[in-house]
């Protein structure tokens, strides 16, 4: 399980939420209140917008809270939409690739969650993947692979939460051929640089958690509050997709995942 | 506060402390029990003796629980005597050279504790150090400056305890000129690869811990049980110096720091 | 491409070969002589077998010249029986394990060569691997894919011999299909311990060299001689395989590729 | 011997002289065309200046030419002045801390040359800093420390240039009394985050070269050509201080150091 933040609204110093609060995700790194692990330290990742289309990308493998190059990065660049993760491993090697959030093209890419006995589908899944996106596979996750399945469904054409809900099901059917009773959770954020969109949702009704924080000109979506002020956070329904668009109002929508309704019965 | 664990023995691979143990030295550098801190990520290290009079030294800055080369250097090297540390930097940077066990010539030496303030020292102490010795100086810890002081000591004719001694009452005295408060806590392994020698002692009697293990052919010295079995550890006393020879059993002494005696009247 | 050496003979610190040299595989790393490219700081690697069946591996993606870890190490691990490798990358990331040798089981695997478009082939070869092999896969280059691909033939009862025929001529068939101009080169080595197998083919004739040297107890085989004594180095033929086992005179055989003979005619 | 550049003028991506050009600094990492050594793999740095008094810095240890956080930010971040490193380590580690460019408080500062001898003049250079210089002091080069001494000497009142006078001529009497026959040499950049300042000098007169290249909006300050315009890049002369401020030519000025003029007499 990883820690994770997405903000969008006014530019801001991405300290301002990264670094400085009492619960930021650098603290999170050694000392998450909520995640599964208290310890995050297999790695961190920035994505971030700027005056380019595509996000820069900054990962790497060292824990985040004594990574001098997230702090300084984090107190000099301004952005109007930025993703940061801080990663326990599970079972994948700690490298920079495998770190989130992953980018290609415009988009960028994070995950709490996991594909239970993901090393028994990992081949059939790939084999989904036309050669341009398996091309763009740098790691071994089962984060990265699920980016590139939904990308893969976005280029036919599918809307993203159209593609979320796609790639879980096939996923999860995949998961039941191959007999694996571990779940399929999923708590995600995408972006394109212009809009965040917000995942929640996991077969077995486990789904990691997801906060959301609205005030006027800044938009947070965060595994944990940053912050003790509870009641300014909201819960992210499950089974849900929240949508967020500068100067608009986050909007909540059920996702529908493929023709059956998440969490499964027993 | 740091984790570490010394051994001297019938050669043993390595992994049997540092990585096999429910409560091995690896599993301590994300879940210690009784650090200060649970987490122990900030880098880790062996030095362990072989066929020459140096040892051998392992240390990178990556948290010890998911370091493949430190897995498969202890499941592959025997060795008679070694020492191995994780790390829970307090001030300094995260840098193999600030990375435990420290080595000099045929010596080693880790150390968990602290000189309390140390900045507002480390220049007097530094200044200290013969030339040769200050030229070994690669990192910035206190720990590295303590070693280098008890090595200028003993090559003056001292014994490892009366330089450690020596050296404890000089650092304690320039705190007291500085007028820092905080403690100075030193619970610290010393090797020449054929002697162990364990000290604990601090200024103020909350010297961090150091728990003994004799079985026949094999004597620990860890921060905390590596194992469940609580009887089969002792706790060393503190201010005191642990010798454990090869063959020997080990022998507890007194540590003499200055001409006063520890803790000292608060 | 890269440079690598193996050694088979009384057991010898590592550092007699690895460091010591005047043109050393450290040396190398920074300036080498024969490669096609000087430089060699894409990571570096060391496989060595002691008391273990299975072999030691220690790599990194620092480049050798400044590695203390690399340094401390081969100074003090005495050998029977070790490979080790720098790096140049060619197309694919400087990750720990993209670094050579690779190993799985008893076998350690290095390479210096390629996959001409090697990612316009490489989910083909990658689909002939059986499942437990493909978990195996730990970075992304066609050297450690070859290497699996190798032992797949193995472990269906081919010998190492006929296994590298196979793989490099099914390689090559991919490769024709989809058209690809460029070469396949192999310049590699493959031990499980006892032997060493050293190969030299490629489709274009243009296969990166390997020396061999012969001393009453210590065979040595490189990628370009590690001392300024020409006369003592022979170069492996083109096409051929070199035996060596400890005790014997190393043998070399024709390596049979497919059913043709390399290199093809243009 | 380093690589390095520094730029001064309209807010440009970084990219466009780290990264694209012909002969950039990341292509000098590996091939460096008048350097002392062809590659420069010891780690970079980055001190970019943008909406804080404060420079941002990005170091890594890792060779510039294969790390794609440093290619992300410099196609991401536009900065009117900023200053780039590529290191070859002469005589101290392979760390972040020893990367250059040095920050402390809104200056940057980067180096090429030499105090020869250096660890036996460290000493005496470093019990000249002012106690929170000195505690600025993170890593163990001679670069480092000449920064810090220009800084205690500017707090003193003494401009940029006078400071380095002073400190370059000091340096060099504390040479003289340890014998040292080597030299001291200085191609060196500091800024404030308004001005750049280049300086050169060296007691023997083999000072490493600088190249200045002024255009619209655009000065850049570089240790090689970035291109094949031979023409278009003057080079500093010796014994010579260049002030770049936007908007304005850069002027030149001869370097006063002590009392004497150097190159001294052999």
Chains 1, 2, 3, 4 share one sequence.
């Not at 619960?23 to 310890?39: D, F, I, P, Y």
């Not at 990265?144 to 996923?171: C, D, K, S, W």
């Not at 965060?222 to 002020?229: H, I, V, Y």
Request: charged letters at 20%; a negative charge; proline letters at 6%.
């Amino acid at each position: 399980m990883c820690r994770l933040l997405a903000y969008s609204g006014d530019p801001t110093f991405m300290d301002t939420l990264v670094c400085a609060p009492k619960n930021s995700l650098v603290r999170q790194s050694l000392h998450a209140c909520e995640g599964k692990t208290a310890t995050n330290g297999d790695g961190f990742g920035l994505a971030w917008y700027g005056d380019r289309e595509e996000p820069g990308l900054f990962r790497d493998l060292r824990p985040a809270w004594s990574d001098e190059n997230l702090k300084s990065l984090c107190a000099q660049v301004r952005s109007p939409l930025f993703l940061a993760h801080v990663r326990a491993a599970t079972q994948t090697a700690t490298t920079r690739a495998n770190c989130h959030p992953f980018s290609c093209g415009r988009y960028a890419f994070m995950h709490n969650g996991q594909i239970g006995s993901y090393h028994r589908v990992r081949r059939k899944l790939e084999a989904l993947l036309p050669d341009e996106l398996f091309d763009q596979r740098a790691g071994t996750t089962d984060s990265e692979l699920l980016f590139l399945l939904i990308l893969a469904r976005m280029e036919e054409g599918e809307t993203p939460m159209a593609a979320v809900g796609t790639v879980l099901a096939q996923t999860k059917e995949y998961m039941v051929k191959a007999q694996i009773p571990e779940a399929l959770r999923f708590a995600a954020i995408l972006s394109d640089g212009q809009t965040i969109w917000a995942f929640r949702a996991s077969c077995d009704g486990l789904t990691p958690r997801l906060y959301l924080r609205e005030r006027p000109g800044a938009t947070i979506i965060a595994s944990e509050p940053l912050d003790n002020l509870r009641d300014a956070w909201t819960q992210v329904p499950d089974n849900s997709v929240i949508t967020i668009r500068q100067g608009l109002a986050a909007t909540t929508e059920p996702l529908v995942i493929g023709e059956g309704s998440w969490p499964l019965a027993a």
